[in-house]
């Protein structure tokens, strides 16, 4: 059985930055594509960034050009380095390891283990 444990969530003020990690446990990443998703207070569970093993990665077009994912499969690990945050950044923020027999990386549903989340805060 897999297990996903997000860390590096935390308070901080808008502009700042932070990374979040996803370590697994029980089985491996690596030929798995990974996904980030996050869930605002009162907010639908929201698609953020997915990375394919060959590292090609996706991102929302709200999360583009701010946010970057990256694995380390020697490691067992998944990143999410989260930059110039907004306070609409605020949200639990989950980590995933896909099924296998789907090219989608979107859908929450395509995700057969996911981690407790981590709250990240963006003060104003």
């Known amino acids: 059985q897999v297990q996903l444990v997000e860390s590096g969530g935390g308070l901080v003020q808008a502009g700042d930055s932070l990374r979040l990690s996803c370590a697994a446990s029980?089985?491996?990443?690596?030929?798995?594509?990974m996904g980030w998703f996050r869930r605002g207070s009162g907010k639908e569970r929201e698609f953020v960034a997915a990375i394919r093993s060959s590292g090609y990665t996706v991102y929302s077009d709200s999360v583009r050009g701010q946010f970057t994912i990256s694995r380390d499969n020697a490691k067992n690990t998944v990143y999410l380095q989260m930059n110039s945050l907004k306070p609409e950044d605020t949200a639990v923020y989950y980590c995933?390891?896909?099924?296998?027999?789907?090219?989608?990386?979107?859908?929450?549903?395509?995700?057969?283990?996911w981690g407790q989340g981590t709250q990240v805060t963006v003060a104003s």
């Open positions: 995933a390891r896909r099924k296998t027999f789907t090219n989608d990386v979107v859908r929450a549903s395509v995700y057969d283990y």
């Open positions: 029980g089985g491996t990443l690596s030929g798995y594509t």
